[in-house]
């Protein structure tokens, strides 16, 4: 079939993408929590994402590519993947934290502009999940900075993150009050 | 004795090591070691994997000839052991990496940089019966030299720009065309060989599912065939074959995501799209099917922890019905597409000496006329009761590569209606008794052969784990295939790859 056509037979079909889920109402409360005591800058309904793979086993990042495509399309949210960290508002981290990737990380989030926030994404970048311990992983996030919203999962399904990242808009919007930013 | 030996009759007269299944594992002196490697330089026996354990080093090697597999085994008393690299460059990286991990040194490697440790582990040789001291000062790694007129480096990595693994590149350049890539990988290294030691079989089972996660069924069916070898196990008929449902199932979403990400990376995005709702298709059956969307946890040793319904199977019928077709379409919008393939055709050409120099299979090496897969040599259930053909194509490149897994996707989706028509009735599941032993697996995963040799204690617990990624042999061709092309079709002969860091990096 040539191209024409198949599009032209997509356009006749409408979407394939699905209803978004509602914020993760556990979500909204360990980011209030976790906001609560700061000011946040309004972002107009708008995050950008830069991903770091801190070790994973590449399970999150399959799923997190789904987020990405069509069927779930983040983007209509106005969340968005971006390939520099200064682009960033939010920091999302997959894997345990090997060591031999720590100071990536710190340096991608030293280079992101603030306000910003950090999800720790997947069972291994909460605790290290699987391959917590032993002398090549800090095992999870926090031991390196500051985690402002976990989503747990061995890998997170795509609704998970999906509910997870709009609680973070969520909150992200309530706060966007004018204030001075401090994160 | 040169020539026409063959591998058993080379290695049968080394000292059998019992308990090593299903294939023998013989110790060698170090003499018989060095004569090894010197029948290897006249031999036609592929390099199948290489690893230690704290006194001893392990190479398991394939005859291409009958197809005979043995493990050679030589001990290191002074803490060294003649090198492989000289006659199998596929043994380099292995040997920089058993250094790392076993402080044991390749007598006769040439390149003894590190290779998965950074220097921030806190210690070296961290596995090693005894620990070596942590470096004095901050670690910088040598990248090998370049000379030449003209010539810059565009550094990259480990953090890439997309949502992928990290690692890093090196590009030497004149103008746009690389004349060098080298790799430097190891960052994602979690020290899974270390964290698989002590662990019982549900335990270690899960975590090999976790050392790639886009094959985790491959992983795990490695790991339980590997701990079924080593307690002389046999999985009941019906859990050999929802495995290889499930192994298939994987194969089809991964190459099909992959065509796509290729395609956008030559900027055709529409691709990406389709492929992307068609791997979702695929996932989200698998969870409303077996639990998981990437089926992780579904296989374990003695079976496998799910079963399909007859519902089920429907489901899975029609998904293979529709799948067939709209890839067919996309397979044809490809075809219709000149300006796509003149990014394609000729680019990242691996020659097929070089994949069989490495030993390198999986869609890489079968694009480049290397035909081998572990389903069908040495074979495993229940493949050997299906019918089926492996695709080979001969030139080697972008183009070579897409076909490749397109037919694969072809042919695993007709494996998947032959397996639900046929699957044997039965139990799922068979304890596996405690006891000590050594296994070895060879599985097919989507990338290719997964090796995975397994030591159980006499109380059922791991003492020591190795899986062979198929990785660890293509991620050199990468380095050649990219050379004399311009550096822009970087990231679409990386994507026809698709090597794993996880796999490698452990
Ligand atoms: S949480 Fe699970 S899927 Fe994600 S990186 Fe860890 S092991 Fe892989």
């Known amino acids: ?183 | 004795m040169l020539g026409n030996v063959t591998l058993m009759e080379y290695l049968g007269g080394g000292r059998a090591v019992a308990g090593h299944r299903p294939w023998p594992r013989y110790s060698l002196d170090e003499r018989g070691w060095r004569e090894m490697v010197h029948q290897l330089s006249v031999s036609d026996w592929t390099l199948l994997g290489l690893w230690a354990d704290g006194t001893e080093v392990h190479a398991a090697l394939r005859d291409e000839e009958n197809a005979a597999i043995a493990v050679a085994s030589v001990g290191c008393p002074d803490r060294r052991y003649p090198s492989l690299s000289g006659v199998r460059p596929a043994a380099i990286r292995l040997e920089r990496a058993i250094h790392d991990l076993y402080g044991l040194t390749a007598e006769g490697l040439e390149d003894q940089r590190p290779w998965l440790d950074h220097g921030r582990w806190g210690q070296s040789a961290p596995l090693a019966i005894v620990r070596g001291a942590p470096p004095s000062g901050p670690v910088v790694y040598p990248f090998l030299p370049v000379e030449g007129e003209s010539l810059h480096q565009i550094p990259v990595g480990p953090v890439h720009a997309g949502v992928i693994e990290p690692g890093h590149f090196r590009f030497t350049c004149a103008g746009e065309t690389v004349v060098r890539l080298e790799e430097r990988l190891g960052y994602t290294h979690k020290g899974v060989e270390g964290h698989m030691a002590g662990k019982s079989l549900i335990d270690a089972a899960r975590l090999a599912g976790r050392i790639s996660g886009d094959s985790t069924v491959a992983y795990a069916i490695a790991f339980a065939r590997a701990a079924e070898a080593a307690t002389g196990t046999e999985a009941p008929p019906r859990a050999h074959w929802m495995r290889a449902l499930m192994a298939e199932l994987e194969r089809v979403a991964n190459h099909i995501l992959d065509f796509g990400a290729i395609c956008n990376d030559a900027a055709f995005s529409f691709m990406l799209a389709q492929c992307t709702v068609l791997r979702e298709r695929i996932l989200s059956v698998n969870e409303l099917c077996f639990g998981h969307r990437l089926l992780m946890d579904t296989v374990i040793p003695g079976g496998v922890a799910v079963d399909v319904t007859r519902e089920g199977s429907s489901i899975l019928r029609g998904l293979v019905k529709e799948l067939r077709k709209r890839v067919r379409r996309l397979a044809d919008v490809y075809d219709d597409m000149p300006s796509l393939q003149d990014r394609t055709v000729g680019t990242g050409i691996v020659q097929s000496s070089l994949a069989h120099r490495f030993g390198a299979g999986g869609f890489v090496g079968r694009a480049a006329s290397q035909g081998g897969d572990a389903r069908k040599v040495p074979g495993y259930p229940p493949y050997d009761d299906l019918d089926f053909e492996v695709p080979v194509h001969p030139e080697g490149d972008v183009n070579a590569r897409i076909w490749q897994r397109l037919e694969e996707v072809t042919a695993s989706l007709a494996l998947i209606e032959q397996i639900l028509e046929r699957m044997p009735g039965g139990p799922l599941h068979k304890p596996i008794p405690t006891r000590g032993g050594e296994g070895m697996a060879l599985v097919e995963g989507f990338r290719g052969e997964i090796l995975l040799w397994l030591r159980l204690s006499e109380v059922g617990r791991v003492v020591r784990c190795h899986p062979r990624d198929p990785s660890w042999f293509q991620w050199p061709l990468l380095e050649a295939a990219i050379e004399g092309n311009i550096v822009a079709d970087f990231p679409l002969c990386n994507k026809s790859f698709n090597c794993s860091y996880s796999g490698v990096d452990l």
């Open chain 1, 1 to 183: 079939m040539s191209l024409a056509r198949l599009l032209f037979r997509e356009l006749l079909r409408g979407p394939r993408t699905i209803e978004g889920p509602l914020p993760d109402p556990l979500g909204i409360e360990q980011l209030g929590r976790a906001l609560g005591e700061r000011a946040r800058a309004g972002l107009g309904r708008s995050l950008r994402i830069r991903e770091v793979d801190a070790g994973s086993c590449n399970g999150c990042e399959l799923e997190i590519q789904a987020v990405n495509g069509p069927v779930y399309d983040l983007e209509r949210f106005g969340i968005h993947f971006v390939a520099s960290p200064r682009h960033a508002d939010v920091l999302l981290v997959t894997g345990p934290v090997s060591r031999n990737m720590a100071e990536a990380l710190r340096r991608t989030y030293d280079a992101m502009p603030s306000p910003k926030w950090v999800v720790a994404m997947g069972d291994c970048a909460a605790d290290g999940g699987c391959f917590a311990g032993g002398y090549a992983v800090l095992g999870g996030v926090h031991h390196l900075l500051p985690v402002d919203l976990t989503i747990p999962g061995c890998p997170p399904t795509p609704l998970n993150l999906l509910s997870g990242l709009l609680a973070l808009l969520e909150v992200a919007a309530v706060g966007s009050d004018g204030q001075a930013s401090g994160a």
